[in-house]
């Protein structure tokens, strides 16, 4: 009686033990998660990670499902726990390339061209461009001071010396001083003026004196032979007497203190 006793109790043993077995291995391990899902890809990607690897399924059931708890019942209840890690690994891509070198920008301008309307005035003052005034001067005596005045709107020259005449008959031509001719030919911008003074008498030789109540100015041009353009007419405030033969004239000047007192 005893030893049936014994055996049934060993049976039981067994039985139990073999329900608690079976609880253990019948768990699946997981509560909601699956051991062969991914975790969700990120939505972001830069040309660095393209050729990042993605961890493996086994990893990631390692990590998810080694924190996982099994319970199981039967007519005996027993408890499991696991632990399993799952590392990746990745490498990301590399590369180099050579790019063309981008031409140098310059800040510098093309040198601009010349303006074709700056050339040399070769202008002559006339008539036509110039006011005469003719203002008999008290020293030195016996001289008339010309001054001629641009009155255009552009550059013109006053060429070599004036050719005068006081009267409308013929006369003698008046002689130029040549020790007064300027530098530079004289060019007048507008509302400039050139002077030229004129004796009228010199030493008493005899000749015989006329009176003049105005003089009449002819231009010349470049060469200083020719005379160019109409003429230019002033009245004198007083008579004045003139002896051709004694009569002389300067260059026209810009600055009148050349020739203020000669």
Known sequence: MRT??????AATT??????????CGGGDGSGDTKAGDRPAASSVATPAADDAQA?????SAGSTAGDSKASGSGT?????????TGTGTGSSGSGSGKHAAAPARTDSKP????????????TPCTGANVKLTATPVTRPINHILLTVTNTGKTLCNA???????????????????????PQAVVTLSPGASAYAM??????????????????????HGRSGN????????????????VVDSQARATYWQSDLSTIDSW
């Open 198 to 219: 004129v004796r009228t008498l010199g030493e008493d030789d005899g000749s015989k004196a006329y009176d003049a109540d105005h003089v009449t100015v002819y231009f």
């Open 159 to 181: 060429y070599n010396a004036p050719s005068i005449s006081f009267s409308k008959d013929a006369q003698s031509p008046i002689q130029i001083d040549r020790d007064t001719i």
């Open 111 to 122: 040198a601009k061209k010349p303006s074709s309307g700056g050339g040399v005035v070769d």
């Open 14 to 23: 067994t039985l139990v033990a073999a329900l608690a077995l079976t609880a």
């Open 4 to 9: 049936n006793f014994r055996i049934a109790a």
């Open 226 to 241: 020719e005379s160019t353009g109409p003429s230019a007419y002033a009245a004198l405030s007083k008579h004045v007497a």
């Open 76 to 84: 005996g209840t027993s408890t499991g726990t696991g632990t399993g």
């Open 55 to 59: 961890p493996s399924a086994n990893d």
